[in-house]
């Protein structure tokens, strides 16, 4: 039965308060009735109220902790509203277009223009819906058919839909405009593979018998190491010198690593092709895997980096380790059979948390440009484009 009249709730510690008090007599913070359709505080919206400020109270905490990580002071704002406040808006196909004419000596905007406020990313839904519907109509076409070749394109599809989408997000999210889609399909093709061919390599020096702790370990390591390595590559080769450059090389990588892994998981170890539903829980994992691990590790090696030389001691500059160190610790979990009893409560859990991450990080970049932006002389500077020979 709900409690009603003379008494309100703490908005921000849930403690029950005199309706007359103006200040929490727990926590001291002004009052604020929380009413129900009558006009009368309860107590389930005081409760409600207590467990999302603590929620947020959680997540508060983690985003100060992370952004100190990379340089900057308080919590980060995480709001989906804001990011994805563009994805259920109406959009042009040329607006699609203007997207991805950029990067290029004449399409690159000058500083000044560079976006410093907020990033809100909307094609990525897009691609995402288109992959998935061809990947629904060629399961139309195998059933139909019934070819294996019907199948076996059918899972390519769903394999990369949601890194192929993952990275138009963070192509969409780099401000800078200053990386062709070109270069970043190249990248995602060739950095993909190779760190591919890395962990092979790796593994038969660190081969791993069964996913118990120490096999998720070496795995973890491996793993984010042969991408970080690649990535690094082209860091180094593009001359890359901001966060968000660093996020969107990482999730190249990583994309073309996650899309290659993904389709090798469409055989089982008898040859055989999974199922569709199978394929779909492969793709709908990928939400936060590979292409997010990556960007992640990239832009805090971009940050330890900052506008000098890519070096070896580069790699130990606490900057990176942290943020490289948090990536591994998510792979573990997300591989650690000994989690398999709540494998959906755990994606859950570690995709929010590799998630939190990546807004921490273009927090960082957006702090960076306002920064470069403050000291920037309009009339003469200017974002270059990555010079590089096809």
Not at 67 to 92: I, M, P, Y
Not at 125 to 150: H, Q, W, Y
Not at 292 to 300: G, L, R
Request: charged content about 15%; aromatic content about 10%; proline content about 2%.
């Amino acid at each position: 039965m709900t409690e009603t009249q003379s008494f309100i709730f703490c908005t921000h510690c849930g403690a029950k308060n005199d309706a007359t008090s103006k200040f929490c007599i727990k926590c001291g913070q002004p009052l604020a009735v929380t009413a129900d359709v009558s006009g009368s505080a309860t107590v389930g919206d005081g409760v409600k109220q207590s467990l999302k400020n603590k929620s947020n109270g959680v997540i508060d905490s983690a985003t100060s902790h992370l952004n100190e990580w990379t340089g900057g002071k308080g919590a980060v704002k995480v709001s989906l509203n804001q990011f994805f406040g563009q994805v259920f808006q109406r959009h042009t196909t040329e607006e699609a277009e203007e997207i991805f004419i950029v990067g290029t000596k004449k399409t690159t905007p000058s500083l000044a223009k560079v976006v410093s406020d907020q990033v809100q990313p909307w094609l990525f839904s897009r691609v995402l819906l288109f992959t998935l519907a061809a990947g629904l109509l060629l399961a139309v076409v195998n059933s139909l058919n019934g070819k294996m070749g019907d199948q076996v394109a059918m899972d390519v599809v769903l394999s990369v839909a949601v890194p192929a989408s993952a990275l138009v997000l963070f192509f969409e999210a780099n401000v800078f405009k200053n990386i062709s889609f070109y270069q970043v399909t190249k990248i995602a093709i060739l950095g993909g593979a190779l760190a591919l061919i890395v962990v092979l390599v790796l593994d038969k020096l660190f081969p791993v018998a069964s996913l118990d702790l120490f096999g998720v370990l070496v795995t973890g390591i491996v793993e984010e190491t042969s991408k970080v390595l690649v990535a690094s590559y082209f860091v180094r080769k593009l001359n890359i010198s901001h966060v968000f450059n660093g996020l969107l090389l990482g999730a190249a990588v990583g994309t073309g690593f996650a899309a290659f892994e993904n389709i090798q998981f469409m055989i089982t170890d008898s040859n055989q092709l999974v199922s569709m539903e199978a394929a779909l829980f492969r793709t709908a994992t990928s939400i936060s895997d590979h292409t997010e691990w990556c960007a992640i590790a990239t832009a805090a090696l971009v940050l330890a980096k900052g506008n000098q030389p890519l070096r070896s001691a580069t790699f130990w500059d606490y900057k990176f380790l942290r943020f490289f160190g948090l990536v591994i610790l998510i792979h573990m979990c997300w591989d650690w059979s000994a989690f398999d009893t709540i494998s959906i409560l755990r994606y859950i859990i570690l995709a929010i948390i590799t998630w939190v991450t990546v807004f921490v990080m273009i927090h960082a970049g957006l702090r960076e440009v306002k920064k470069l932006q403050q000291s920037l002389d309009v009339n003469e500077a200017s974002v270059t484009a990555p010079d590089e020979k096809s």
